[in-house]
């Protein structure tokens, strides 16, 4: 028996001892919930039921194991140190949980159901040109996608399927990669006739904000390119690329945006180097043998796989790739 349901058992079985209703998961979620979200209605949100409904549970839960979990507050609610430990106890069983619903969704037969895909706000256009050819070939998998430039916890099921660049995946996941994401400068072709200097040091350059400094780009300026030449810091890759559409400065893109925006052109002058990343399909490898991520990730390998000529810089329409090969991410 795993250590949360060992304290599970004993937490119900000192209940039960005292003459006292046993808690049972249901009132455990409804204390983590309030734990995290510090309010009633917070909470409420997080578990899907009314304000009053977890008011009326969490007094009875207090009454069952007769002990104060919280300390109220007009702005909210704050766990006594049973609470916290009650908490505690909810968090980890909760990931034992969603660990074995992760094991039993590994063991669907068949192409069905619910399929959540987390990738970036860029890379999302791409995917979205494959989305109406995956709903065709599988039509009882629908689909979720989150647009986030943070990785999802695939572990803990924020996302079944992630479609990132990064240069190495966790070790938890497994995958396939589709592609080098290739780099170059671009600017609008008024900016570029104004200001046709090779020494990157004489042009004008747009920036990223601090949020994104550990990505490609963010590093290669910060390496590259002087503060006091940096005219306008944004915190998105589409900022980025409509700042230099409105031929504010140059800007370092991934090839697949710069080259498919017709309002840019490549600064050929301004060479590139060490500014690429790789485009990854992950999963848990708990579910990488459920049909239907096993349907979603077999398309979109292939269809992603055919964007490979526009991901490595070699411009669109110079033909589709071959299928990427599967390979384990770890």
């Known amino acids: 028996m795993c250590i949360a349901k060992q304290q599970l058992y004993i937490l119900t079985k000192s209940a039960c001892k005292n003459g006292q209703a046993a808690v049972d998961w249901d009132d455990l979620r409804l204390v983590l919930a309030v734990t995290r979200e510090g309010t009633l209605s917070g909470a409420a949100r997080r578990l899907g039921v009314t304000h009053s409904t977890v008011f009326r549970r969490l007094g009875a839960i207090e009454q069952s194991l007769g002990v104060r979990l919280f300390d109220r507050f007009?702005?909210?609610?704050s766990a006594t140190a049973a609470g916290e430990s009650t908490a505690a106890l909810a968090a980890r069983f909760a990931d034992d949980f969603v660990?074995?619903?992760r094991r039993l969704s590994g063991q669907d037969l068949r192409p069905f159901g619910m399929v959540r895909i987390t990738t970036t706000d860029t890379i999302c256009t791409m995917l979205m040109r494959h989305i109406p050819s995956l709903r065709a070939a599988h039509p009882e998998i629908r689909l979720e996608i989150t647009i986030s430039n943070v990785m999802a916890n695939l572990t803990r099921r924020e996302a079944d399927i992630a479609l990132r660049p990064v240069p190495?995946?966790?070790?938890?996941?497994?995958?396939?990669?589709?592609?080098?994401i290739t780099h170059a400068v671009y600017g609008s072709p008024s900016y570029l006739s104004r200001r046709g200097s090779a020494d990157r040091t004489d042009h004008d350059w747009i920036g990223l904000d601090d949020m994104m400094a550990t990505s490609v780009i963010g590093r290669w300026m910060r390496e590259n390119i002087e503060d006091d030449r940096i005219a306008v810091k944004v915190d998105a890759l589409p900022a980025l690329t409509d700042a230099a559409c409105a031929g504010m400065g140059l800007a370092l893109l991934p090839c697949y945006v710069g080259d498919a925006e017709p309002r840019l052109r490549r600064?050929?002058?301004v060479a590139v180097s060490a500014a690429s990343s790789t485009l990854w399909l992950l999963t848990h490898g708990d579910l990488k043998r459920t049909a239907?991520?096993?349907?979603v990730m077999n398309h979109l390998a292939t269809a992603?796989?055919?964007?490979?000529a526009l991901l490595e810089g070699k411009r669109p329409g110079k033909g589709a790739?071959?299928?990427?090969?599967r390979t384990n991410a770890g």
């Open 267 to 269: 600064a050929r002058s």
């Open 321 to 325: 790739a071959p299928r990427a090969p």
């Open 99 to 101: 660990a074995l619903e």
């Open 304 to 308: 992603l796989g055919s964007e490979r």
């Open 74 to 77: 007009r702005d909210g609610y």
């Open 292 to 295: 239907r991520i096993q349907a």
């Open 168 to 180: 190495a995946p966790p070790e938890t996941l497994v995958g396939r990669r589709i592609a080098t």
